[in-house]
């Protein structure tokens, strides 16, 4: 009876954690969507911002401050997006390990660094890293604006203090039936590439607009609207493959929870005959115990 009663604790205690779980997997899910449907708003606004980019190049290109693209020192800054939260399986190790591929492969020991989330800045830490600043991952989408915001001040310091003037984000792109990539996006300078593809890119009507201010000025101004675009889309992406990674990690708990209920259900199953095949044979032993007295009577 005993071990009937530890087992029956144990599937209680199996089948409790099972719906915490089931729980996880569908906030997960929720949030996966969220992070997903905010990374898709931002498009017509970067494509807004890429026609305005894209009337400066064409009328007054010539204006543009050379700072904007100068690189005159060695000395880069790199922003590294980890995981906010735990349970998100080897999601901060890869991040971790494909910078250390890219510092390597690029043998550049001037290089600043911010971080956001406090495992992956540990990781880098341990291998070697200096983190000038960690950050805190936002949880929703609610929070990544803040997050966006503190990041461009930072670039700004380091354009001030530091003359850092190439500047690239690091994090992990949610890929499907994959999970996840780390990949490295380039925001400062602006690529040359990309620049004159919007240069040369058709407008949709025969007039351009005019604008009055300093093209220089305009730039910047748009400039900044990329960066934060750009870095909104970055941390977006990196939440959604998080939690992608999140749910990946609860459905193999879960896979592993049915797996131990069915096998408790089982032994408990099996403990629960023999016990009631003992109590059948104890009253099977009993009433034949009785019935024997009873002839010993008679006699």
């Known amino acids: 009876m005993q071990r009937l009663e530890q087992l029956q604790r144990k599937l209680n205690n199996a089948e409790d954690l099972r719906s915490v779980v089931h729980t ?42 050379a700072p904007l693209f100068s690189t005159e020192t060695e000395k880069e800054g790199w922003l590294i997006l980890g995981s906010g939260q735990a349970l998100c399986g080897s999601f ?21 660094i911010y971080t956001s ?76 590439a990309w620049m004159n593809r919007i240069k040369e890119k058709k407008w949709p009507t025969n007039k351009l607009p005019q604008f009055k201010i300093d093209s220089g000025v305009l730039f910047q101004k748009l400039l900044r609207q990329y960066l934060f675009v750009s870095l909104y889309r970055a941390v977006a992406e990196s939440l959604a493959a998080e939690y992608s990674s999140r749910l990946s990690a609860m459905q193999r708990a879960e896979q592993k929870i049915d797996e131990r209920l069915e096998q408790l259900k089982q032994s408990y199953s099996t403990e629960r005959q023999s016990a009631i095949t003992e109590e059948l044979l104890d009253i099977i032993a009993g009433f034949e115990a009785i019935q024997s007295r009873e002839k010993e009577i008679i006699e």
């Open 24 to 65: 996880m997997k569908i906030m997960s899910s929720v949030e996966i969507y969220q992070f997903e449907d905010a990374v898709e708003s931002l498009r017509e606004y970067f494509d807004t911002i890429e026609m305005g980019m894209q009337v400066i190049l064409k009328k007054a290109f010539e204006e543009t401050p």
């Open 92 to 112: 901060d190790n890869v991040i971790a390990d494909f910078i250390h591929q890219k510092k390597t492969e690029e043998a550049n020991s001037r290089v600043q």
């Open 117 to 192: 989330g406090e495992r992956l800045g540990d990781l880098l830490m341990k291998d070697g890293f200096t983190i000038d600043k960690k950050f805190e991952m936002p949880g929703s989408v609610s929070g990544i604006i803040g997050l966006v915001l503190e990041l461009i001040s930072g670039i700004e310091q380091w354009q001030m203090e530091l003359n850092i003037q190439t500047v690239r984000v690091f994090h992990n792109q949610p890929v499907q039936k994959r999970g996840f990539v780390p990949i490295s996006q380039n925001l400062l300078p602006p690529k040359t």
